[in-house]
Structures are given as structure tokens and as C-alpha cells.
């Protein structure tokens, strides 16, 4: 930890990946931000930056605010949403070829009634 002149604590990149690394293995936040002295909202946004774009983007003390540029984060960004609608659409086909086979099943159990003339059940 390294104080500003304007009294502000800053702390090293490695001081923050523990901290949150602390609350994703299941610590309370509340009592990790107690333990190390931080106010709830400081280790939550560390928490959510970390979530958005990696611990590697954590800022320690000496680091240049904003060292990523807007495009380097928008890029970041845009893979994040690629990879979650790849998920998406992975789980979408899996529903699709369920209920495909799910279909074929039921008209092939109709097809293998005696046609009498009556409405074919779909009750087994």
C-alpha cells in the first residue's frame, strides 16, 4: 500500500488480485473489505472489473490509469459477448435435436398403428 499526497491509499495489483481472488473462493466480501481495511465498494468494483476482463487488468500503484485503450477494451469486450452467444447457440442446437428426435419418435410410433380410419392417439 503506498498513500497519495491527497491521502488516498493505493494498493499493488498483487494486494488486489488476493483480495478478490479471497471473495471468489467464497469469502463475504463484507469480511474479506473488514479484514483488509476497504470499503465494500472499492472490492466490489476490483471484484467486477476482474469479471469483466481479467485480473491482468487490475491497476497497481505506479500503473497509468486508463493503460488500456478504449479499443483494446471495446475488442475485449466484443469476445466476451462472442464466446457467451457461442454458448447460446450451442445450448439453442442441443434443444433443437431433443425435440427433432423427440418428434421423429412420435411419428414413427403414429406410423406404426393400424390405419382403421380413426385418429391416431398420441397417447401411449
Request: glycine residues 8%; hydrophobic residues 35%; aromatic residues 4%.
Amino acid at each position: 500500500m503506498k498513500k497519495t499526497r491527497d491521502g488516498k491509499r493505493r494498493f499493488s495489483r498483487e494486494f488486489k488480485v488476493a483480495a478478490v481472488r479471497r471473495v471468489n473462493e467464497g469469502e463475504a466480501l463484507l469480511e474479506v473489505a473488514r479484514d483488509l481495511e476497504l470499503s465494500t465498494s472499492v472490492l466490489w468494483k476490483w471484484k467486477k472489473r476482474v469479471a469483466e476482463e481479467g485480473e491482468e487488468q487490475l491497476q497497481g500503484v505506479g500503473r497509468p490509469k486508463g493503460s488500456r485503450t478504449g479499443e483494446e477494451v471495446a475488442e475485449a469486450r466484443q469476445s466476451r459477448r462472442i464466446a457467451e452467444l457461442e454458448r447460446l447457440v450451442g445450448r439453442q442446437q442441443m434443444e433443437i435435436d431433443f425435440l427433432d428426435k423427440a418428434l421423429r419418435r412420435v411419428e414413427e410410433q403414429r406410423q406404426n398403428k393400424k390405419d382403421d380410419g380413426a385418429a391416431a392417439s398420441t397417447k401411449r
